[in-house]
């Protein structure tokens, strides 16, 4: 089955061709090929992502995009037996464009439409590694807008173990690498910065590191952040010292609540998702801990940490074949005029 993904739920427009008859073996097999466009250049003069041009990008991006990986791929679009795309969450106007341009492709060709959750593609990107873990496993999953434990029995069975009760951790990187001046978007700036920084010069608090729940906590972080900031003594030559501290307790609470999350469950497979993913710190320390508690981490390839389409066809073409390998010979049928968007949509009632 040939599946087309399409991402726009953010500041990424993502595209992917994935062939699930080559990848039963491993999935990255399957990856035909991908493209992503990332707007961030475009948003950066704003410090951030601004929804209207954001949905206009993707409108340009998204099917000079397709063209360029079918050619790639050596494949037309009447190869296609299914167009997956993101329905959620994210911006309502990034999502409607990919939405429309998926459903409008599918009812054109005659095959199905498949609407994602993103944060499930984020969840199974991992598998598109040259080594993918098996089920189940913990998934660690931090993006912009999300920070979550998640108990990942088989694809479709996620139990939530906790969440953060105000600002994810990407968001908590982002707004102390603004009140640190760093470009949109922060995390890897700041990560970048932190490296020049010595350690210890800044003690910041671990919210609810302590807590016996899995949840987590950011707000608190961001103001300490800022009044260490704004003290009279503090220097642009601080601002190393600075970001290296942020960057130590944001990973210093995702780790020890991973390895809680571990114990709690049993399980000694984590699976690390999402943009902060891309974090060398956050990777170090959790393959130190791993090493030392028989645990293995896995990881997404560094390109499909960030927002991409590859794994939102690879979750089309999973759905698909785990709900209806049958009746996809039939779609021609139930392909769809109308579709709707989910700006918000929780994971765990998938
Ligand atoms: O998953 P993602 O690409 O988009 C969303 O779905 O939100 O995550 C973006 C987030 C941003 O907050 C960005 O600052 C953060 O991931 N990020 C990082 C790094 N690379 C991206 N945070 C820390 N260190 C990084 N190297
Ligand atoms: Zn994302």
Redesign the pocket.
Known sequence: MLVLGIET??D?SGVALYDSARGRDTPLSGLLAHAIHSQVAMHNEYGGVVPELASRDHIRRVLPLVQKIAAQAGVGMKDLDAIAYTQGP?LSGALLVGASIATALAYGLGIPAVPVH?LEG?LLSPLLSKDPPDFPFVALL?????TQLMQVAAVGDYILLGETLDD????A??KS?KMLGLPY????A??RLAQEGKPGRFRLPRPMQKSRDLDFSFSGLKTAVMLAARAADFGDADRPDLARAV?EAIVDVLASKSLAALERTGMARLVVA???G???L?RTTLDAAAARRGFRVYYPEMEL???NGAMIALVGALRLGASAAADAADTGTRASRGFTVKPRWDLASL
């Open positions: 739920s953010c990424e994210g993103h984020h931090v993006s912009g807008g999300h994810a951790a990407g968001e990187f982002d690498a978007p922060g995390g890897p700041l990560s960057e999402g943009g902060v891309a974090n060398r956050l940490c960030t927002d």
